[in-house]
């Protein structure tokens, strides 16, 4: 025990330290307040899914969001983790259309990979930072049920249905669901569903507060040519003419279609996020200025 | 709509079969009224779990079991699916005093096996027989807590501690709790665990009324060489004996011996049931003959 | 304790039997999954109410049906236990067109042999048979409300109101009403009500999944004098033929206009069965062939 | 409507009227205070349940003392009922030493009368002043367990157990229980119990506050031949010395031990009241003179 | 303890006594039947507040309320106490147009005089008389929103929102909301608030089935200046009519208009009572003839 | 809305900034895990009651500790506004061996004050800062029940026994009390009882994690009169020992005294918090270094 004693000039330095830090806390909240009870399903992926001190910091903001009243759904991908494991297997992909097949032996490798590597290693990684979250797959308690996307594709599923109950009992209890995108189709087997569109059902299922992306990228350009031109705030509206504008690269093209279902299903707002910041999840929940882009309903924009 | 009429011969030979039938529910009976409400711990292992036809009388059963009122858990294994998805990776597996070491990344493939593969197909066959599962490995919730049991194996691991609440809020939501036996270790890294023993520390962490050991042989026998010398009912005592004895096939000594430490810590009775059998289970526990071979605290043989 | 060892021969002969046993639980399931949980107001009556073997097994069934989770309500009749009683006092029955007259005194006798026989006899059979019943008066917490229904008559009662309250709490409970069709008159004092009318009243109040009448016939014939005509399934509609034609015996036309309103109030299926079979109830419940007649909405019958 | 004026001087009577009605209410205020939430047994019998005005004046007290917040459980007895039933059947009585032997025949009209007759005719007299009463046997949910209490008595049987989650539950819902002293045997038949008894047992087994027994005599006297000697208060001591003292007449003595027992098994305190008054249980519990006789614990006592 | 004996005599004139006593009772049954569970918001003010004797009645009234079901609420004025702190400290009214103007230091004196005198010393005499009250101003939990009622009145507040969860709360934990008429302005400052329209405004706020005004006169008159004139009994569209009469006096006006307020917002009956008189609240509730004036809606004037 | 672009540059420095705050949040993590669910009751007195600026971070605080899951009770005093009271008043203090004299005209002044100005002026600024606070005195449901401290000190009490119920109903219904320090004596009349010892009463008797009182001190200082020698955090034992040493100021014995007392009743930890600061209870609570001094337990010093 450090019972030593300090001496004024010390203390008054630690003073102005610490002050510094309660302004942050008065200032975050107002943030803390509007937030809390509320539901904010994270699409976990990319670089924050990978790199050692993203992760960390990713659940520790997990962590934090739960213990001030949030309740996270943490929903992953894992397409590196699939090609890896392909890879091993010696497995060739095929395409149709510029999009992978998913055949019965590459599903039993997508299912091995996300549900019983991706998902359970998220499980230790939140749970090693304090809060407590149970891994669930779409066939849990018949969570995802899903027809076949494109007969071409294989086990590619789309989502028609989403059995909430089971996730909103684990919320109540105080858990954190960390959610694998597969489903159970009509013939009861297994379907892989695109995360990013398993993310925004869910939202909208669960009549989520915010639905946030974690990406590799700063957020939306006005102008993708020119890294000046981040678009911090959006509507819906301005979203859909992006969408249409070309502005938009091909790879968060889904995201942002997603989105916009899930808030028409009654999300009030999305995040776009740069999941390589580390604390990005807090730095735009809890500090007025935000990172990334956020979009939101046009009649909450006036 | 089929309205159209019977003949009173024919009426008469139906009522004769319907009676049979009604005498089998009678006798159930007084089964069904012991067991409801009780917690059965099922270790689900060996043919039920590969032969197609054993798989759906399982869940056939499981699913009625779950009707009656009782509350089932399955834990299964998966040692032969395990074998399997390491020759395919051409991974040798190493021994040691005739135990197989299980290094990091003959971790990374039990887990992929077990939580990615055995776990979710468990599941979903469930899930087609009416029932409601839910998989869990022991590492949601923290539910199993082991430390390394021999560091010359390496990931394998001893439970220290079940964190049970999160599979009691299953059962109480009326979901089948299906558990890969994987578990937490002091390093926060994934641990595999002996599924035998993993039922076995679950049941008494639950405080179950019964422990089923579903597996390839008819029961115990008196004398091993002796196929006529099943034995139907033993106590505790008696099985301590046998087990001194070398009456007992090496496979089945680790079963007992965690089957022993379970009813120490309050399981009231214990089955070694023939899965090869189909709709086992259900005979076992709502016909007066039953099969397998049952262990009963010296207490209750009087 | 018996531990005696098996031979090969019994264990094949008996797992022969014990799977044939198997099959009738598993035939059995999805009749149990559609019924649990729901209401089955059963008319107790006729020969199963006197022959002890039958009253035996019936009491057997209620317990079976309420152990797998259905919830049965027990109207009792008792008809020949009042004549029975008025010999023995003496009392001359007065008719009315046809109709036996109700007084004073032989409300008395009415109430004393309903509600101080018949009702605590079956309350004390089916508890000897491991289900827990209490005994109920349409008078208990004003259960039944009803008007005279024909003042030549006496004190004979037509329900205008079911108070169901106190009978689902009993339910909720976990116990079974046995109910004795007493009602409270608008003067306060004690009326007689046809029991097949009350089960139906009560069915339609309890918004019941099942109205079971148990008789002494087989059930309905096309043709009346053709034992060879027994009708398995009928809608509401051809029913109202049936009315209409004649092929209905006397005693039969009030059961199927209390069987027709109650159906019209929300129940979903009606049985007429045969009392006198052994098992009947859990027979019609749980095989597919069923015994007697069952009675569907249109609605339900494509 | 009303509206009329009014002239001063009838106001000041009316005043000095109501005054006196406020003082009076003001008086029961601590007694309110102190009973309610309680629960209260109350041997129902003799003129109180004879006298067509003192059944009405009854029927008053009970409701009051249920609105104000008491529990009521009311206890009968059917002495001179059972006795008419006899006679109208032309059974003879017969005994053993003093003492009505209940044979079967007997039993049958035993039961007949108690459930059949006194049982529903309370419950509908109860209804009849706005509080919700529920007739209940010691058969339904086998609230009385009895075992024969003289071989030579047959039917009449003595309280081994009492299950009194029922009562609790019908109290909890805001019913009135009212009991008929029947009780099951181990044979599972029914045999008849003393009411007295049976109000005692009960009270012990619902830990209730307090006992009463209404009755046709004023209370009890230091000096059986003086009807100045009436005793207001006395405690188990002296009661004890009463009984052995030859003061206490005959009828009076089952009561007096019943009572004894009852309050050794945790009973607060117990009343003898004279039901020929009217109102006798109101006067008795809420006003500070009261009527009959109080029994206490010696601890209270002081 | 008094175990003395009791003379025939003296029983004879106690139970004549005691039975008067229990007419009363009897009477009182209907009332308290139709009121129980129902809540009463009592406007406090006049003698009743100040008079010792008065005020000892008045708690006791409160206290039987709240002991036979009903919940009262109690919101209190405290004029005179304002005029006598204002005096005290030497600060001279100001009025406009003949009413009272609250600048800052008034407020401020208003406020600690009713939230810091009256209100504790009323809890404190209700507690002292057995039921327990707890103290509660518009300000806590926000209780009272108003917004100024007149600029030139200074800190006089008119209710716009009451939020009434708080008092509900307290009321279901079994407490007597004794409620300071004070509120909380859009600019966060205190607001004193007319105790006549506070009560009103909760009366409806709460659903309340009653609005009592305890006041310094009988009741209503039909003309003024007629002390034989006191109505009884009279509706909403009688009373419209008085007020435009000219036969109400000034002081009564506002608690009409709030009382009429109160019964277009649900509240089925208010009285006006003569708080001079003992247990006046009492009496009007419990006794047929009652005191004061009562006004009903038209509707239930049939 | 700003949907205005970003430069990279302003981007970079935003997100350098911004990821300074994340570090804060982060670091405050492991305290609010700590102390989330766990009452902390604050003696709430000195500069932070009087200076504006103070009064405002002090609710901001207040808000954030309750929003995190913290459960905060404050207690206040209120000396110098009394005293302005009495000045005010011209009523002179009389002094018996330094001690004030609570005579009956000062304890009305005394009420008024606490109760009827500082008690609801605190209960709107937290209003004001978005939790949500009620007014209690320790009259309200009786919470606080005294004797007199010492017959020369007049209206001075001790607390005798803490009615902690109402309170915990506040804090289950996420209210945050606000304790005005006035009990109930003998008499049921109402005395004053000194802030600091209510709240170490109140501490103790709420099985609170946590005591703070914020005072106009740094804390305590090793050596009086050296204010390099300011002790972080010290042990029970050592706090003993100071208490005998002559190094506490007058002023700080009775809240080291309350402070003892309340530990031994089971508090966990205490703080003497320098009120003056801004934001002192957010840093002491959730950053490392914290500011004041910190007593503990000697069995968690090790």
Do not use: C
Not at 78 to 100: N, T
Not at 146 to 157: C, F, M, N, S, W
Not at 256 to 261: A, N, P, T
């Amino acid at each position: 025990m450090n019972t030593g004693h300090t001496s004024p000039l010390r203390a008054k330095q630690m003073i102005a330290s610490t002050m510094g830090k309660a302004r942050i806390f008065s200032e975050a909240l107002p943030f803390i307040k509007a937030y809390r009870g509320h539901t904010m399903v994270i699409k976990y992926g990319g670089s924050a899914m990978i790199d050692d001190q993203l992760r960390e910091t990713f659940a520790d903001d997990v962590a934090l969001l739960h213990l001030v009243g949030i309740k996270p759904v943490i929903v992953h991908g894992g397409g590196p983790h699939i090609s890896s494991a392909m890879k091993r297997f010696g497995i060739e992909p095929r395409w149709v259309e510029g999009l992978r097949v998913t055949d019965a032996d590459t599903m039993r490798i997508v299912q091995a990979t996300l549900v019983g590597e991706v998902n359970p290693d998220t499980v230790r990684l939140i749970n090693a930072h304090g809060a407590v979250a149970a891994g669930v797959t779409g066939l849990d308690a018949n969570t995802f049920e899903v027809t076949q996307a494109d007969e071409r594709l294989g086990y590619v599923g789309e989502i028609q249905k989403v059995n909430s109950g089971y996730l909103i009992r684990l919320m109540d209890d105080g858990l954190i669901p960390v959610v694998a995108p597969v489903g159970r189709g009509p013939d009861g087997l297994p379907y892989n569903i695109n995360a990013d569109t398993a993310a925004g059902s869910l939202a909208a299922a669960l009549g989520a507060e915010k639905l946030v992306y974690l990406t590799d990228v700063e957020g939306l350009y006005a102008d993708l040519a020119d890294t000046n031109s981040l678009i911090q705030r959006l509507t819906i509206s301005r979203l859909t003419e992006l969408l249409g504008s070309g502005a938009i690269s091909k790879g968060m093209i889904p995201k942002l279609i997603s989105l916009r279902e899930a808030m028409a299903g009654g999300v009030k707002q999305s995040h776009i996020l740069d999941g390589r910041v580390q604390h990005a999840l807090l730095l735009e929940m809890f500090t007025p200025e935000g990172i990334g882009t956020m979009v939101m309903n046009d009649a909450d924009a006036r």
